[in-house]
Nanobody, 126 residues
Framework: QVQLVESGGGLVQAGGSLTLSCAAS????????MGWFRQGPGKEREFVAA????????YSADSVKGRFTISRDNAKNTVYLQMNSLKPEDTAVYYC???????????????????WGQGTQVTVSS
């Protein structure tokens, strides 16, 4: 069992930057692949980025590629989402999630994630 707590959301102007953090409880953080998802107003939850257990590989959605970067620090049990060049359409509740894996697979489907945080709001003004 792992608990995830996101932080770092807020209000930012278009073109600005934010860094989200997700702190995980427990001593087995390095056995989980991690991902970020978001859900905008009236929209379904969508995949943003994922990172393998070791952090050696990442994958991002086309909509954020080149602007958002996912990373992790296993010593701190934390995964990050650095968001640059933010756009109004990035406005959403952002969730971090964890999936149990014994491989270096990257997972994008929400139903394959085992644990979810409560979310943090990101609002980008135009």
């Amino acid at each position: 069992q792992v608990q995830l707590v996101e932080s770092g959301g807020g209000l930012v102007q278009a073109g600005g930057s934010l860094t989200l953090s997700c702190a995980a409880s427990g001593r087995t953080f390095s056995t989980y692949g991690m991902g970020w998802f978001r859900q905008g107003p009236g929209k379904e939850r969508e995949f943003v980025a994922a990172i393998t257990r070791t952090g050696g590989s990442t994958y991002s959605a086309d909509s954020v590629k080149g602007r958002f970067t996912i990373s992790r620090d296993n010593a701190k049990n934390t995964v990050y989402l650095q968001m640059n060049s933010l756009k109004p359409e990035d406005t959403a509740v952002y969730y971090c999630a964890a999936y149990v894996t014994h491989t270096m697979a990257l997972v994008t489907a929400p139903h394959r994630y085992d644990y979810w945080g409560q979310g943090t709001q990101v609002t980008v003004s135009s």
